[in-house]
T-cell receptor
Framework: GAVVSQHPSRVICKSGTSVKIECRSL??????MFWYRQFPKQSLMLMAT?????????EQGVEKDKFLINHASLTLSTLTVTSAHPEDSSFYIC???????????FGNGTRLTVT | AQTVTQSQPEMSVQEAETVTLSCTYD???????LFWYKQPPSRQMILVIR??????QNATENRFSVNFQKAAKSFSLKISDSQLGDAAMYFC???????????FGKGTKLTVNP
């Protein structure tokens, strides 16, 4: 069964609004989670590393004020797309691993459409 | 910086036949892990196989096996007795030892023909 749950699976929002995506590790504690973005027919691009109890680490070119990450507990990380624009429309996926060196488990992803 | 290269954007194979997907990577570290993930149309990322760099023996999982050539920095995936359900995007990925940060290749789209 799924070990990482991501919600919602699909969301449509209007330009200018904010959208929150949740990522939960179901049966393990994850001090680190990862957020990826995937454009159609492309690979996963790492956006940021979510660290429990501290600030997220963003990859180069990713706007931290646009993509707010909160990792408030050992089982939950949230990604908030603020003031969304149509170009933010994409597939967002989170992941977590039980421990360093273990395979990452991925959420089912969230398809965001900004109209 | 780590890079992962998949030189085959698309591959096709006949059902029950064998196909090999290529992957090369670049790293200056000696401690790392390599993975193949499968992404079907549902877009769920599914782990196919994992290889630790310190292990010389090639990893095998049922019909899936790898050819890990550490000196050449090559990590190809062989799928034997291909099934229709194997059709998906396949991503090769690398992570440094002590890290959880995966670097993905661009992917290979595998089509399985009946």
């Amino acid at each position: 069964g799924a070990v990482v749950s991501q919600h919602p699976s699909r969301v449509i929002c209007k330009s200018g609004t904010s959208v929150k995506i949740e990522c939960r590790s179901l049966d393990f504690q994850a001090t680190t989670m990862f957020w990826y973005r995937q454009f159609p027919k492309q690979s996963l691009m790492l956006m940021a590393t979510s660290n429990e109890g501290s600030k997220a680490t963003y990859e180069q070119g990713v706007e931290k004020d646009k993509f707010l990450i909160n990792h408030a507990s050992l089982t939950l990380s949230t990604l908030t797309v603020t003031s969304a624009h149509p170009e933010d429309s994409s597939f967002y996926i989170c992941s977590a691993s039980r421990q360093v060196g273990s395979p990452l488990h991925f959420g089912n992803g969230t398809r965001l459409t900004v109209t | 910086a780590q890079t992962v290269t998949q030189s085959q954007p698309e591959m096709s194979v006949q059902e029950a036949e064998t196909v090999t997907l290529s992957c090369t990577y670049d790293t200056s570290e000696s401690d790392y892990y390599l993975f193949w993930y499968k992404q079907p149309p549902s877009r769920q990322m599914i782990l196919v196989i994992r290889q630790e760099a310190y292990k010389q023996q090639n990893a095998t999982e049922n019909r899936f096996s790898v050819n890990f050539q550490k000196a050449a920095k090559s990590f190809s995936l062989k799928i034997s007795d291909s099934q229709l359900g194997d059709a998906a995007m396949y991503f090769c990925a690398h992570v440094q030892g002590g890290s959880e940060k995966l670097v993905f290749g661009k992917g290979t789209k595998l089509t399985v023909n009946p």
